[in-house]
């Protein structure tokens, strides 16, 4: 019994439909690395980095921690936090940075091959990030040097004998004593009646009542906010992972509901169930992976339920069949607007009718008679 405790459980394998998006956009965003690396071959150190390559190297760290590549993300996250801040303060990559950036993406290419290998598989992944870490520790010395020389560089451009700059906190006390009613524009032809406040103000301007004077703004209108008005779109959103996506999730979806039409002719088979709601967990893995966070959250629901159903704590009553129709419809729906490019809506209000939908039951009440 000790021994059976002591062995580690195994973690299951990636999806197969969500290996392969994976695979796919991984080697789209490796090849933008590879395009910008035979540009700098062919240049001289420091290379500026793009706006492509910082891209490319951002979706990559956000594809393997999406997808929970872990091997992946050692090495992409460091890697990616490196090239955003030589990209966020105008730093080229030298010789060293370019090898490095090459090893990587080498290595991110077979994780995503064999994304369910162990750490074993990958001898070169503590190099890599070794590498990554001592490169954005010299980047961050070279930049606090930079900022230490353009401090004295500032210090050292004021001389003794430059005017200083005009004391403005005499207009400011006199301005703040003084009802704002009463500051006008210049009036050169009119004679100052408040020599007392206006000695210390600028030249031509003086102090008057004024019917002109502009009226203060009314108050804002509090307008009631949407509540939790959540986006379709999440902001790890990527076109062309959803773009992949798309097609998988037609295939999905298809299967999903010759599932739950086998399952509606024969409400005994719970085989069914468990098919239905292990399409569903790929359609929301593929769909948050894509960030496409309204249709995985829908999905997500969606596979809670017959979860419940199965165990019992809901029955597979008409109620919950209409919902479940419903969410697959929406589903549909969601797919195609999202291939379309089109700005997805909340699904809240189905979501918050689906967990009431089946009433609570046994196990023994759910398995329904054949209809």
């Given at each position: 019994?000790?021994?059976?405790?002591?062995?580690?459980?195994?973690?299951?394998?990636?999806?197969?439909?969500?290996?392969?998006?994976?695979?796919?956009?991984?080697?789209?965003?490796?090849?933008?690395?590879?395009?910008?690396?035979?540009?700098?071959?062919?240049?001289?150190?420091?290379?500026?980095v793009?706006?492509?390559?910082?891209?490319?190297?951002?979706?990559l760290?956000?594809?393997?921690?999406?997808?929970?590549?872990?091997?992946?993300?050692?090495?992409?996250?460091?890697?990616?936090?490196?090239?955003?801040?030589?990209?966020?303060?105008?730093?080229?990559?030298?010789?060293?940075?370019?090898?490095?950036?090459?090893?990587?993406?080498?290595?991110?290419?077979?994780?995503?091959?064999?994304?369910?290998?162990?750490?074993?598989?990958?001898?070169?992944?503590?190099?890599?990030?070794?590498?990554?870490?001592?490169?954005?520790?010299?980047?961050?010395a070279?930049?606090?040097?930079?900022?230490?020389?353009?401090?004295?560089?500032?210090?050292?451009?004021?001389?003794?004998?430059?005017?200083?700059?005009?004391?403005l906190?005499?207009?400011?006390?006199?301005?703040a004593?003084?009802?704002?009613?009463?500051?006008?524009?210049?009036?050169?032809n009119?004679?100052?009646?408040?020599?007392?406040?206006?000695?210390?103000?600028?030249?031509?301007?003086?102090?008057?009542?004024?019917?002109?004077?502009?009226?203060?703004?009314?108050?804002?209108?509090?307008?009631?906010?949407?509540?939790?008005?959540?986006?379709?779109?999440?902001e790890?959103?990527?076109?062309?992972?959803?773009?992949?996506?798309?097609?998988?999730?037609?295939?999905?979806?298809?299967?999903?509901?010759?599932?739950?039409?086998?399952?509606?002719?024969?409400?005994?088979?719970?085989?069914?169930?468990?098919?239905?709601?292990?399409?569903?967990?790929?359609?929301?893995?593929?769909?948050?992976?894509?960030?496409?966070?309204?249709?995985?959250?829908?999905?997500?629901?969606?596979?809670?339920?017959?979860?419940?159903?199965?165990?019992?704590?809901?029955?597979?009553?008409?109620?919950?069949?209409?919902?479940?129709?419903?969410?697959?419809?929406?589903?549909?729906?969601?797919?195609?607007?999202?291939?379309?490019?089109?700005?997805?809506?909340?699904?809240?209000?189905?979501?918050?009718?689906?967990?009431?939908?089946?009433g609570?039951?046994?196990?023994?009440?759910?398995?329904?008679?054949?209809?």
């Amino acid at each position: 019994m000790a021994e059976a405790a002591a062995i580690p459980l195994e973690e299951p394998d990636m999806d197969p439909v969500l290996r392969e998006i994976f695979r796919k956009e991984t080697a789209g965003h490796i090849l933008v690395v590879r395009q910008f690396l035979e540009r700098c071959a062919r240049g001289v150190a420091p290379h500026l980095v793009s706006e492509a390559l910082y891209r490319a190297c951002h979706t990559l760290s956000g594809i393997a921690k999406t997808a929970g590549a872990r091997q992946g993300i050692k090495v992409a996250e460091p890697m990616e936090h490196y090239v955003r801040k030589l990209f966020d303060n105008g730093h080229g990559m030298n010789s060293d940075a370019l090898e490095l950036l090459h090893d990587t993406v080498r290595l991110l290419e077979t994780v995503s091959e064999h994304v369910d290998e162990n750490t074993g598989f990958f001898p070169e992944q503590t190099r890599l990030t070794a590498g990554w870490v001592a490169l954005d520790l010299q980047l961050d010395a070279e930049l606090a040097q930079l900022a230490a020389a353009a401090e004295r560089t500032l210090a050292q451009s004021w001389q003794p004998g430059m005017p200083a700059a005009p004391d403005l906190s005499v207009l400011v006390d006199d301005a703040a004593a003084v009802p704002a009613e009463e500051l006008t524009a210049p009036a050169p032809n009119r004679t100052s009646t408040t020599r007392l406040r206006t000695k210390r103000w600028p030249q031509g301007w003086t102090w008057r009542p004024s019917s002109h004077w502009p009226k203060p703004p009314a108050p804002p209108v509090n307008l009631p906010l949407p509540e939790d008005d959540e986006p379709g779109f999440g902001e790890d959103f990527d076109a062309d992972i959803a773009a992949i996506f798309g097609e998988e999730a037609t295939e999905l979806l298809e299967q999903s509901e010759a599932a739950f039409g086998r399952w509606r002719a024969d409400r005994a088979d719970q085989a069914q169930v468990t098919e239905l709601k292990r399409l569903l967990h790929t359609l929301k893995g593929g769909a948050r992976m894509a960030g496409i966070r309204a249709m995985g959250d829908l999905s997500h629901e969606v596979e809670s339920f017959l979860a419940a159903i199965e165990s019992g704590t809901s029955a597979a009553d008409a109620a919950a069949f209409d919902v479940l129709q419903s969410s697959l419809d929406e589903l549909h729906r969601m797919r195609e607007m999202a291939n379309s490019g089109q700005r997805l809506p909340s699904a809240r209000d189905l979501i918050r009718q689906i967990p009431g939908a089946g009433g609570r039951a046994d196990r023994a009440a759910c398995r329904v008679h054949r209809s």
